[in-house]
């Protein structure tokens, strides 16, 4: 509104202002008029005209929307003013969240996305962040129900049940663990994350041969995954067969277990 009121502003002050001109009027067949068109400044009148309001409204406009979008300061105010403004709605907490979580004020975050939870309890990707802070805050307990939750919501999200089982190994439920890496290879057979995400669990258990088969198959599906690539060499090696080690070269790796294949 300021914007477009701003500018139609402009384009009648400067038309009247055209207007004035002899010159103009002679040309529009209206009598009158006192002002001449001046051809011997160092600048046209319009160009000056135009310079003034670059620099009166143009410019402070611009350098005010620049430190209000790409300031991380200014955005967590925005953010704070619309939650204000909306207590009730759920996108301007679960974005005011989100922020405060890239700003690492984890607390303030958690905050956040519980206030969300309170107005919307069935948001599985709510649950899942809210369950990623507390984990990060070592509230293991308290995160899992809100795994448990999302995955209750979205049961077939194979990324929820990777971060699931996750948490279920820092608990020390190893066989919940497997289960859960389980579920999500099988709902997701082309998700090269889920299948390193999977072999790492199966390295940390001792079981290397299938720890190398997924890693083998998470480099199929994206053999940019530079992890996979590390701790297949890693493994490869400590086997006595570092020939098969090399970076681009684990693509052709084949599965050595009976893993689910990538379809």
Known sequence: MVTASALLY????GFI????EKSTRQSLGISGGTTNVS???FLPSWALHGAKWVAVFVIPLTALWFSEVHGAHGKLERLASIVADLPSSVRPHFNYATALQEAERTDEAAAEFSAALRSNPGSAKTHVNLATLLMVKGKLDQAQP???Q???????NAEYHSGYAYLLEQLGR?????AECEASVRLAPRSAQAHYSYGAFLEKQGKLEEAIAHYSQALQVDPR???AHIDLGSLLFEKG???RSKGPSSEGVQPQSKARPAT
Do not use: C, M
Request: glycine fraction near 4%; aromatic fraction near 16%.
């Open 10 to 13: 402009f384009y009648y002050d």
């Open 17 to 20: 202002w055209k207007v004035r």
């Open 39 to 41: 051809t011997n400044g």
């Open 146 to 148: 809100h795994f448990e």
């Open 150 to 156: 999302a995955l209750r919501i979205e049961p077939h």
């Open 174 to 178: 190893d066989e919940q663990a497997a």
């Open 225 to 227: 995954l530079v992890d």
């Open 241 to 243: 067969r570092p020939s």
